[in-house]
């Protein structure tokens, strides 16, 4: 039986006309779509007959778009009048948006410009493809873009190069024109960032006779310098900041604070000299207080922070003779030529595969629907089309939308809903000023639903309270309003409470009290049955752990809040975590292929045998690898011959049969067997954590099974794919835990909860702050590329550009965080809890409890307020396993006791001399011009001389005249080795590696100073590992010397694979026995 509508909902089903429909959190969204969708079924009927397959509705989720479906289908089954359509409703489209842009790209695959077999990639596939294709480019470069990347590495760390490359590649259509134009015309882009310069200066008034027209002119065509010695002139004749300076020192200001020394600073600016400009305009500009008996003139006061304001601009200033401008300039443009390779690359490979990523969908779509025909076809198509969660979408899907329904003003086809309030995806791209402008194509104002069925009026109350101040009086396109809700829940009584406790020491002691607080509160509400929450059928019952989720902004402080309820006793789950890579059992899975593929390494052989795949503990691996010193592989089979029915033999022989398993089974289906055989999900069923382990091992397989399903795939790449995805941090979701829910506290971000509802909600952590950190780049179509560039010995890394774009960035920014706390507060169904510390002056900046203060003003109905522990850890604790019966610790001999303290000691080596220190840093800057790098570049870098940059660039040219480097055919720099040597890794980095016309090869590394005897006898050891790779490589013995730089000097050695390993074994053997790691 369908609900009785209310007024709004009347409304939003008017069929006359399109409808905009603004729907806060729990109004009701879904049924009204669904009825929206009933509605234009039925409309006209008689007439026009509308099936199921002439309706588009477009969800945000998957999981949305299921639902939808099932609702409808239900909905139609049961009405006779619909029954034809009942019938032909396979053919409905009811999909997300991504889903839809997949049909349409298959179907209109020649139009697209595609093949019709394309396939679409996983994140996964996107992140392999992006990254190896930056990795490429930035270590080996076509020729004509060689100088940009080592123009980018000198001015750029490297980690950052790649941060603003992955930045500038979804946006790259968006940003190609501008990076295009800066190319052509720098000069031009120059002009207009000096036009905003001069649009944003506060006070030209300050500029008098004229001057700011000086100022500008300077500005367009006059060298950094000019411009500051003119604004040095302006600031020492201003009247109005000498009679401020008088009246302050009338006032009397202590004589060492700011205000008493603006007197003494102005003085300074007027004798210095052009160099020390900088920084007296930094003296200048650093804040006064002014308090004091004699007030001060209001309009002096604003007229010098004012030119205070323009100060702090200055180094940022886009002087037309600015060398920081210029190399801004420069480095923009090396950016945006390496962006475009690489770029083309990603594309060009994709259409070699035959795949499109997810952006593609999007985008691929919106150019297909721009084509004439192609709209025609879908507007005869679709009658009607229904979008859910709109302020979800970024700009694509919007214009999407716009071209697939037209001019809304004029037809009745489009139904959207969205809630402004909600949209908190600004990371993903998606602005909510797009909505808000959206909104206002239609021909009346939005439909606003007004009535809460979720939420009890208690809560409801307290939200209205806030966010009417919250969210009061929005001025920007970019910031939401708020309309205040009913509740409709009467009868059902809920509660808010506020956990505060006190802001005393650290702030990882306030953490953790306030986690310690937050538990105690949770096992006594429970434990007692204080929460009393409802069925959706109105049934009351007291409330248990799985009705609570904890919501947190970010996994900072997660660790204290694990610790506390376990303290308390409280069962907890962590849902859906984008952390996979980091989760043990991935490390423990990928210790084990390593083991069985490469038993020779000890790293992931020790991580296996102690993981819950085989369950030895510590002691008994020392026991069983003491005594030599080969790999441990070597030692524990020594070890399992006197025990054969011991752990340690039952795992080594496991190992080894899998090891020659592995070579001929396929990949999915050994990893199959390996699971069922270990008994691993049965060990991981009796783990606090088991179910998501269980399921994240799931997902491994799932990962080697997609990637086999259309082309070999061995287990080195598999193990290449999980070590990448490891070491870059790939954020990538957990594996989904199968069956349905149990009685635990979910824990989830903020982000992960928004459509989710609880009967008790408790947002913790709310009274950390939020720095409102910008974008690392940020584009905007006038200004272009916004970065930091910041050089040694330089006090700041700003650009005109990143200064120009941060305060609307941050702007939008904390727009969004009060969104986050809205979409929070108003998940709960029946209780809510604000749990947050306060700093040491009350609540931090931009944090929720900073916003509740500020919105909770004159609420009638303020929260129970908990300051201490309710309870402390006791009765209600969770139960701890017994030792078993005559059970004893393995013992632990005492010879191996200080063996390993030895072990674990480091030799401390006192800290170099001047010149060892002079030398090294020579060292390396010539080390880098003999690895390509400019030599002027290269000398500034380590702040030598002139001079230097000359001398390097003769000793690089000396070195590729020498007999080393002549008939070279190919020539690798910096080519990294990494060796293992009976279980012992040892890595290193090659300095030139030299392969010959004739096919050999020679191994180079590079020295300074003057051969000594007892160091050729070091770097000889240094060169072994280098041969033995190179060995292992190649099939044949390299050649190996040493280049002494400073001398023109070629030292060879005659070395063969019997002596490299005697020279390498003797140099682990002496590491080991010397107490430090083995060092190549």
């Not at 997300?96 to 596939?125: I, P, Q, R, W």
């Not at 300050?206 to 006059?222: D, I, P, R």
């Not at 965080?817 to 306060?838: S, W």
């Not at 050649?1039 to 390993?1061: H, I, P, Q, W």
Request: glycine letters at 8%; hydrophobic letters at 40%.
């Amino acid at each position: 039986m369908t609900p009785e509508l209310t007024e709004a909902q009347k409304l939003a089903l008017v069929m006359e006309e399109s409808i905009c429909v603004t729907a806060g959190a729990g109004t009701g969204k879904t049924f009204l779509l669904i009825q929206r969708y009933l509605a234009s079924l039925k409309y006209r009927r008689e007439t026009e007959k509308t099936g199921a397959g002439e309706i588009l509705a477009l969800t945000f989720t998957d999981k949305a778009a299921a639902e939808m479906r099932t609702k409808i289908g239900k909905a139609l089954r049961d009405d006779l009048s619909l029954q034809d359509v009942w019938e032909n409703f396979s053919r409905c489209n009811i999909s997300t948006f991504h889903g839809f842009c997949l049909s349409l790209l298959k179907e209109f695959a020649y139009e697209a410009g595609l093949d019709a077999g394309f396939a679409v990639m996983d994140e996964l596939d996107t992140h392999e493809l992006v990254t190896g294709t930056i990795r490429e480019m930035l270590e080996r470069p076509p020729h004509e873009l060689f100088p940009d990347v080592v123009l980018l590495f000198n001015y750029l760390h490297g980690s950052a190069i790649t941060k603003y490359i992955r930045i500038l590649l979804p946006k790259w259509d968006e940003c190609r024109d501008w990076f295009s134009g800066l190319e052509m015309d720098p000069a031009g882009v120059l002009s207009v960032w000096q036009d905003a310069y001069l649009e944003n200066i506060d006070n030209p008034a300050f500029f008098a006779n004229n001057g700011f027209q000086t100022f500008a002119g300077l500005l367009k065509t006059g060298t950094k310098q000019e411009v500051l010695s003119a604004l040095r002139d302006w600031i020492c004749t201003d009247q109005k900041i000498a009679a401020l300076i008088l009246e302050i020192e009338a006032a009397g200001y202590a004589k060492n604070t700011n205000m008493y020394k603006l007197g003494e600073r102005k003085a300074a600016l007027r004798k210095s000299e052009p160099r020390d400009l900088d920084k007296c305009f930094a003296e200048l500009a650093k804040p006064i207080a002014p308090k004091g008996e004699k007030p001060l003139s209001a309009d002096l006061l604003d007229h010098f922070f004012a030119v205070q304001k323009i100060l702090l601009t200055l180094p940022t200033l886009p002087a037309h003779g600015g060398r920081s401008t210029k190399r801004v300039l420069l480095v923009l443009a090396a950016l945006g030529r390496i962006t475009r390779a690489i770029h083309e690359q990603i594309r060009a490979e994709k259409e070699h595969r035959g795949v499109l990523d997810f952006d593609d969908l999007i985008r691929k779509t919106r150019d297909l629907i721009r084509n004439g025909e192609i709209q025609r076809t879908l507007n005869a198509r679709y009658r009607y089309i229904l979008i859910d969660e709109v302020q979800d979408n970024d700009p694509a899907q919007t214009e999407i939308i716009r071209i697939l329904c037209g001019d809304p003003k004029e037809t009745n086809r489009l139904f959207i809903v969205g809630d402004a309030k909600q949209s908190i995806y600004l990371f993903r791209g998606a602005d909510v000023s797009g909505f808000n402008a959206f909104q206002t194509m239609f021909a009346h104002e939005p439909v606003e639903l007004d009535t809460s069925f979720r939420t009890v009026p208690e809560i409801i109350g307290l939200v209205n309270h806030v966010f009417s101040t919250v969210f009061a009086d929005p001025k920007e396109i970019w910031e939401a309003g708020y309309g205040k809700l009913a509740a409709c829940r009467e009868g059902q009584r809920g509660s808010v409470t506020l956990i505060r406790p006190r802001g005393e020491g650290n702030k990882a002691e306030m953490m953790i009290r306030e986690a310690k607080l937050l538990a105690s509160w949770i096992a006594d509400s429970i434990a007692k049955e204080r929460l009393t929450v409802y069925e959706k059928d109105g049934t009351p019952r007291p409330a248990r752990f799985g009705d609570t989720a904890i919501l947190i902004e970010a996994h900072t402080h997660l660790d204290k809040l694990r610790h506390a309820l376990d303290l308390y006793g409280v069962p907890y789950t962590e849902e859906k975590g984008r952390n996979f890579y980091a989760k043990q059992e991935v490390f423990d899975f990928t210790n084990l292929l390593k083991a069985i593929v490469y038993p020779e390494e000890d790293v992931p052989l020790y991580g296996v045998l102690r993981s819950p795949w085989f369950g030895i503990s510590d002691a008994e691996l020392c026991r069983a690898a003491a005594g030599s010193r080969k790999g441990l592989m070597t030692r524990l089979k020594s070890s399992a011959a006197s025990d054969p029915d011991g752990k340690i033999c039952r795992a080594v022989e496991t190992l080894a049969r899998w090891h020659e398993e592995i070579r001929h089974e396929p990949l999915v289906l050994f990893l199959r067997r390996v699971i069922a055989e270990s008994g691993i999900l049965s060990v991981y069923g009796g783990l606090p954590f088991g179910r998501e382990a269980a399921a994240n091992l799931e997902k491994l397989v799932a990962i080697a099974r997609s990637r086999s399903a259309n082309r070999p795939f061995s287990v080195y790449e598999y193990l290449g794919i999980l070590d990448t995805c490891m070491e870059e941090g790939f954020d990538e979701r957990e594996g989904i835990v199968a069956g349905g829910e149990d009685d635990r506290v979910k824990i989830l971000t903020v982000h992960s909860a928004k459509g989710l509802e609880f009967p008790v909600v408790v947002l913790c952590f709310a009274g950390n702050q939020n720095d409102l950190r910008v974008p690392d780049l940020m584009f905007d179509g006038k200004l272009g590329a916004g970065i930091s560039l910041k050089l040694l010995g330089e006090r700041s890394g700003k650009t005109f550009v990143k200064e120009c774009l941060t305060p609307k960035a941050k702007a939008k920014l904390l727009a969004e965080r009060k969104r986050l706390f809205y979409v929070a507060m108003t998940r709960a169904r029946d209780h809510l809890v604000i749990c947050g510390t306060d700093g040491k002056n009350g609540p931090e900046t931009n944090s929720f409890l900073e916003m509740y203060d500020a919105g909770i003003g004159g609420c009638p109905y303020l929260p129970e307020l908990i300051t201490d522990v309710v309870t402390e850890p006791g009765d209600i604790c969770r139960i701890r396993p017994e030792v078993p019966d005559g059970w004893t610790d393995t013992p632990m001999p005492e010879k191996e006791e200080e063996a390993l303290q030895s072990m674990t000691a480091a030799k401390r080596r006192s800290a170099p001399s001047a010149a060892e220190e002079a030398a090294m840093i020579r060292g390396t800057a010539l080390h880098e011009v003999f690895e390509g790098k400019p030599a002027d570049a290269a000398a500034k870098r380590y702040g030598l001389p002139p001079a230097a940059a000359d001398e390097f660039s003769a000793k690089y040219a000396a070195f590729l005249a020498s007999p080393i480097m002549q008939n070279a055919a190919k020539s690798i720099c910096e080519q990294e080795v990494s060796y293992s040597f009976e279980g012992t890794l040892l890595n290193g980095v090659i300095d030139r590696l030299v392969q010959y016309e004739d096919g050999s090869w020679m191994i180079i590394d590079y020295k300074t100073g003057r051969p000594a005897k007892k160091e050729l006898e070091r770097y000889e050891m240094q060169l072994a590992v280098y041969f033995l790779w190179a060995k292992r490589l190649f099939g044949k013995d390299p050649g190996v010397c040493l280049y002494f730089a400073d001398t023109n000097e070629v030292v060879s050695f005659m070395m063969d694979e019997e002596r490299a390993k005697g020279l390498v074994e003797g140099k682990i053997w002496e590491s080991w026995a010397g107490c430090t790691p083995p060092n190549y």
